[in-house]
């Protein structure tokens, strides 16, 4: 079982998604952000996924 954490951005009425500091893709609802990001790492159903909500105007380390 593998662990991911996925930081999620609000910005301008969307989420922006980034995976190891990278931004991959903007969604407009929340629950579209842990799909995305599952899809994106084709993750298995026993993986842990965890989504860290970065502040506005802050950088995503």
């Known amino acids: 079982m593998a662990t991911y954490e996925v930081q999620a951005v609000r910005e301008a009425g969307s989420w922006q998604v980034f995976i190891d500091g990278f931004m991959v893709t903007e969604v407009t609802r929340w629950p579209s952000v842990g799909f995305?990001?599952?899809?994106?790492?084709?993750?298995?159903?026993?993986?842990?996924?965890?989504?860290?909500?970065?502040g506005r105007n802050q950088y995503v380390a």
Not at 36 to 54: F, G, P, S, T, Y
Request: no cysteine; charged share 45%.
């Open 36 to 54: 995305v990001a599952r899809e994106l790492l084709a993750m298995d159903r026993d993986d842990d996924l965890r989504i860290r909500v970065v």
